[in-house]
């Protein structure tokens, strides 16, 4: 077990780190940090050479001043404030110093704009971290942006946790940018990984035009710096909070290896029974989002990243939301969900799931499957579950004809009599006669009659699919 990192360690590794930046006249830039402190340049004013890395630092707290300076915004701690901030800091710093030193110097602007514990404050603590910098001297900006919760209560261990962050993620840019594990890694060093998480990364500009974010934002869930990552259908990848805040939410989980027909129909089925409960002015704002845990991508102990980009592509395609969580209990998935929406959650389910829910596996969960259960429905989700065939009988079981294990057989009836689990109605019966392990075997085989059952956006993935068993 690795462990938790001392206030000397950590001084001591991050006071190397701003060193080494500092003796390199590669760089060169400003700071600009509201809403904590100057605690990422207090870094290199503690080390020693700060004059050979910072032109300025800046605090604007009063918000006139602020937005003298930046512009007028609506939310002062957000990805907008931040690109102002970037955008004015970075300019000034070229018009300024650029014919002075802009063909030896890599100019950079650091910024972030955080909400911190205050008096009385009782959350949320997040922080837009940003720098705009270039990859050699004289060239077009590049812009690498984060979002990070803080999720430890106290004031100055907030502050302390953000002037290490920013000296990470300059020496990362400066240092590992060539390698995303290492990049990833050296912003959570020498930190505790209790007291925060980072749940949103991107590279944008001069030389990351063919940079897929997704592999970046998957990166985050692997190194365990983030529960979850959303990916967008238009292929980037969104900020949780921004993209769900007060928005209604169908989710299923699974591994979609492959995307099937009945995997869109069960969401489509799902999605206009859950409209039913809603008022019309959010029904247009309900987002259908298919949910991979990260077991589901990992082929050994590594990632098949083409794979999982097929897989992304495909959905995208199909006009689903992907997210990617690191998260095997339903009980977290619905508690992760409720830290960005108040709306109504449904969870799509299959009878095969529901069972799985009603399996003595989940005892591990201190209160057992009573806790796990009252966690999820007291967060407003409720179960939506659809129809399953048994192959050996004919017999379609539905939720009002599924028989849950007989210990079990109370509580399952109190769900459904509060609601908590709803019946929806049968879909495209054929369907339910093939699992994906039967349409992978098909593509296996060669077998062409896979094509009914594997929407056209998927087929890609699925001949990637068969190209890999055949290697195996």
């Known amino acids: 077990m690795t462990s938790k990192p001392s206030k000397y360690s950590q001084a001591a590794a991050t006071q190397d780190k701003a060193f080494r930046i500092n003796m390199d006249d590669r760089f060169y830039g400003s700071f600009a940090e509201i809403g904590a402190g100057q605690e990422t340049a207090n870094w290199f004013f503690r080390s020693t050479g700060a004059a050979g890395t910072v032109a300025k630092t800046i605090s604007a707290y009063d918000m006139t001043v602020s937005d003298t300076l930046y512009g007028p915004v609506s939310r002062y701690v957000s990805e907008e404030r931040l690109h102002q901030m970037l955008d004015y800091e970075y300019r000034q710093l070229v018009d300024r110093l650029g014919a002075k030193r802009g063909k030896d110097t890599c100019f950079f602007a650091y910024a972030n704009t955080c909400k911190c514990k205050a008096y009385r404050d009782s959350g949320d603590w997040t922080a837009w971290?940003?720098?705009?910098?270039q990859l050699k001297p004289g060239a077009e900006p590049s812009d690498f942006v984060m979002h990070v919760r803080l999720t430890v209560p106290?004031?100055?261990?907030?502050?302390?946790?953000?002037?290490?962050?920013?000296?990470?993620?300059?020496?990362?840019?400066?240092?590992?940018?060539?390698?995303?594990?290492?990049?990833?890694?050296?912003?959570?060093?020498?930190?505790?990984?209790?007291?925060?998480?980072?749940?949103?990364?991107?590279?944008s500009g001069n030389g990351f035009a063919m940079f897929d974010n997704r592999i970046l934002a998957l990166q985050l869930v692997r190194s365990g710096l983030a529960e979850s990552t959303l990916l967008c259908p238009d292929g980037t990848v969104a900020q949780p909070a921004d993209m769900l805040y007060k928005r209604p939410i169908v989710l299923m989980r699974g591994s979609f290896m492959p995307i099937c027909n009945i995997h869109m129909e069960m969401m489509e089925s799902v999605h206009k029974k859950f409209l039913d409960v809603l008022p019309e002015e959010q029904r247009a704002r309900v987002v259908d989002i298919c949910e991979i845990s990260l077991s589901n991508l990992l082929r050994g102990e590594d990632v098949d990243l083409v794979a999982f980009l097929d897989r992304a592509d495909a959905l995208a395609a199909l006009g689903k939301t992907v997210m990617v969580t690191n998260i095997t209990h339903f009980h977290r998935l619905s508690t992760m969900l409720k830290q960005y929406t108040r709306e109504p959650v449904a969870i799509a389910l299959s009878i095969g799931l529901l069972n799985e829910l009603f399996q003595d596996k989940w005892a591990d969960i201190p209160g057992g499957i009573l806790a796990s259960m009252g966690h999820i429905v007291v967060n407003n989700t409720k179960f939506y579950v659809t129809p399953w065939v048994n192959r050996e009988t004919g017999e379609f079981v539905t939720a009002g004809s599924y028989h849950p294990p007989r210990k079990y057989r109370h509580l399952y009836r109190h769900l459904q009599?509060?609601?908590?689990?709803?019946?929806?109605?049968y879909f495209n019966q054929k369907l339910l006669f093939k699992t994906p392990r039967d349409i992978v075997q098909m593509i296996c085989e060669g077998n062409e009659?896979?094509?009914?059952?594997?929407?056209?956006?998927?087929?890609?993935?699925?001949?990637?699919?068969?190209?890999t068993a055949e290697d195996a």
């Open 129 to 133: 971290i940003g720098v705009r910098f």
């Open 417 to 425: 009599d509060d609601g908590d689990i709803i019946e929806v109605p």
């Open 449 to 467: 009659e896979w094509k009914e059952y594997v929407p056209e956006a998927a087929h890609r993935m699925a001949e990637h699919l068969k190209e």
């Open 154 to 203: 106290d004031h100055d261990v907030q502050m302390r946790m953000l002037g290490i962050l920013g000296v990470n993620l300059l020496h990362a840019l400066f240092y590992s940018r060539e390698n995303m594990d290492q990049f990833v890694q050296g912003i959570s060093d020498n930190l505790d990984r209790a007291f925060y998480e980072i749940d949103f990364m991107r590279f």
